[in-house]
């Protein structure tokens, strides 16, 4: 069974830092690309940052110079640093896994608040 958990989400004030956390069980994150998702109050789902197979990645425009997303395929995990973070940047923050012949995996989300 596919499971994705993420963890590390929480409150903070503007301009602080947190790091994001996604642990998966029964798919290898070595075959799949992996990628960050979020969505705000009132906002539709986005594209935050995802990482490929070929170690490529791409950021959406909002978060570019301030958020890395990585990876440790040993241990099935994908992470997000935010840095500079913004009020703008509230959100559940959602983790995502897509392997070849396979659908999309979520996970349950993790909150972000950002106080000002």
């Known amino acids: 069974q596919v499971q994705l958990v993420e963890s590390g989400g929480g409150l903070v004030q503007a301009g602080g830092s947190l790091r994001l956390s996604c642990v998966g069980t029964g798919i290898i994150f070595s075959r799949a690309a992996m990628a960050w998702y979020r969505q705000g109050p009132g906002k539709e789902r986005e594209l935050v940052a995802i990482t490929r197979l070929d170690g490529s990645t791409n950021y959406a425009d909002s978060v570019k110079g301030r958020f890395t997303i990585s990876r440790d395929n040993a241990k099935n995990t994908v992470y997000l640093q935010m840095n500079t973070l913004k009020p703008e940047d509230t959100a559940v923050y959602y983790c995502?896994?897509?392997?070849?012949?396979?659908?999309?995996?979520w996970g349950q989300g993790t909150q972000v608040t950002v106080s000002s």
């Open positions: 995502n896994a897509r392997a070849l012949f396979d659908r999309d995996r």
